[in-house]
């Protein structure tokens, strides 16, 4: 069992406060997913051709003491990169205006364990071992701001419990999926995918469907293409919740075995597991809700 | 008649399910649920021929296992609403999701809206009214009862059917395997019309095909080579 949230806010007075409004969406969820939680937040992009990485330090030996100073005056030293540093907790998004795969190689190269949890220019990525409220709180996810955001309350099934296999996952660049359910073809998605230089960072079935769809569309799929490549090639239960700079998408396996309800209204477009995620949000009880139909593409646009 | 009203944003849902068990017999008070925000289990177990109205959204198995109460959902109901009810009502105002009825002995549960996929799975002798189209799966297995679809049904509707009848009003995307139209008969629109009329739907039992089963999955035949 998993839990899935989204929020898109269509007012734009409402960016300011599309944190404080997710927080208890994610809290909802819970008993759904109390071992681990996460979530990727859409902003507004980066000028010209800057890009950030959201990075984990919490499966380094330094934890959350990282010396996060320490590498943006080792990226300056050893690359000549001017890059800005935001620290919270054992998570920081690195901002620099170089080719990112220059920044990862270096990265892997001399911190192995540190991990990279998304690439892009507007999206922002946190996922960490915890309760909800305990992640919330440690990334201080109510006074985050945006135009939508993809989160996730894990109960591990598939593999172990740990940060890096905890929800969102990313695959290239401002891409992100959470999944409520397990894949069936995981390994044979993997092995059609390795031969494409295709790397995965864990052994989670998640990844292997979110490295499937970002393929697809770095080979020049739309979205709604490579959605329908999904349910051709991924065998499983899923609802699967995605994120783009400019779009939430959602489909559910042709069993829906996994549950999802919307709630739409002229502010918002808000997606939960469970209604009882989505009860507290303002205008609630007029919102239009609905469940979505399986093996159908719901895709809204910020 | 008494009526009490339970606000779920400051009670327990347990103490209300508590009360709910604790009337005596053949209580038949009327009791008002508000704010249940997809609370699961809302007024599951009860016995007495109370009436529940739920005002707002339900989460999984509201009114399931009833007993001889009327439960309404002032909303929609979330996953196994109904789920193996043994008599009484369940009412759901809006929309229901997977497994609605699944496996109930008896009663009625009537859906204003769709429901989800597997409505009426291995039902045993309940009835279930859907005012709207149901999802794929549904009536898999259901042994007893009858179910009425007043919209569309999704795909393999009544698959591997035993003795419950299946009435449908709009189009089925595919049957399940050993279910078939048959031709409505004076029974089938006496009793199609006394379902009707119990729900408060307005439609034309004529306007109904009737489904049951071939019975050609009672026996094993070794000839038809696992294709049904």
Redesign the interface.
Known sequence: MCGIVGLLVKTPALKQQLGQLMVPMLIGMTERGPDSAGLAVFGEPLEGSARKLSLYSGLTDDGADFNWHGLTHALKEHLSVDAQIEVKHNHAVLTFDVSPDMIKKWLREHHPRLHILSTGQTIDLYKDIGTPTQVAERYGFASLTGSHLVGHTRMATESAVTPDRAHPFTAGEDFCLVHNGSLSNPYGVRRKLEPFGIHFDTDNDTEAACRFLEWRLREGDDLETALQKGFEELDGFYTFLMGTPDKLALIRDPFACKPAVVAETDDYVAIASEFRSLAHLPGVKHAKVFEPAPEEMYVWNA | MERITFDLASTPLREVNGYLHRLPGGDQSHVDVK?P????NIAVGLDQPVTVEIH??A??YAGGMNKQASVIVH??A??GVAENMMSGKVHVK??A??GAGATAHGGLLVIDGDA??RCGISLKGGDIVVGGSV???SAFMAQAGRMVICGDAGDALGDSLYEAVIYLRGEAKSLGADARFEPMTDADLKTLGDLLAASGMDHDPKSFKRIASSRSLYHWNADANQEY
């Open positions: 704010n925000d997809g609370a699961h707002g959204h989460g999984y909303g929609s979330g996953t809006g929309f999701s997977n989800g996929l999802g794929s799966f």
